[in-house]
């Protein structure tokens, strides 16, 4: 089970907003309506992108590249000279990717309810909403921690793992794109070992922080 210790609430995102607008900041990853991440005073913000309105990311990181499928899109960062730790924001809003209308419903209730770890009967169905290759890795790997808690506000599917055949380690969010829940995305940070212990607060603090679109 792993640590349900929660780190201290940071300042408002707002406090920072003026990094943004430095000049010479400038604007990666803007495809086409779906993704803006800006860069200012060394701190990257992503912006417009998927759900999330504004995610200001742990300092040092990067955009990394970005590719698209027919089933899903995804968008890289990671701090130079590091290949080994990177946070990414996958979205599966296509209709290759479209949960089915019950599917979506029961999701919704889910995240609907009290954060809580996943009981049996959540965990038979809940497979189904985690995609396949989950962060686009093989799936071997053993489950630290499934459940649901806050994030920005939000009530969001939290998974924890750590796989057999590599030193990984991932820390993923779980959302849904639109109303009926049945277009997904995931955030999460991925490293090996020696990374969570020097980063993985940062970033989980970056998560507890974003903004979501739609939100007051």
């Known amino acids: 089970m792993a640590s349900d210790m929660r780190p201290p609430r940071p300042p408002d995102l707002d406090d920072d907003d003026d990094a943004s607008k430095e000049p010479g900041g400038t604007q990666a990853n803007a495809g086409p309506s779906k993704s803006a991440a800006l860069k200012g005073d060394k701190r990257t913000f992503i912006t417009e992108q998927g759900a999330i309105e504004k995610l200001m990311l742990p300092s040092q990181f990067v955009p990394a590249g970005e590719r698209t499928d027919e089933f899903s899109s995804c968008f890289e960062y990671q701090v130079p000279g590091n290949d080994t730790m990177k946070i990414a924001h996958w979205l599966y809003d296509n209709e290759d990717s479209k949960l089915s209308a019950d599917l979506g419903e029961r999701w919704g209730e889910l995240l609907g309810k009290e954060s809580h770890t ?11 909403v985690i995609p396949p290759e989950v962060y686009g890795h093989n799936g071997a790997f053993d489950v630290i ?8 506000g939000r009530n969001v599917l939290v998974l924890e793992n750590r796989w057999w055949d590599a030193d990984r380690r991932a820390f993923g969010l779980f959302f849904a794109s639109d109303p009926e829940f049945r277009l997904r995305e995931s955030l999460h940070f991925e490293g090996t070992d020696k990374d969570y212990r020097t ?17 007051a």
């Open 199 to 215: 980063n993985f607060l940062s970033a989980k603090v970056s998560f507890m922080r974003m903004k979501w679109k739609g939100d």
């Open 145 to 152: 921690s499934i459940r649901t808690e806050e994030f920005g």
């Open 118 to 128: 996943l009981t049996e009967d959540e965990l038979d169905w809940i497979e189904e």
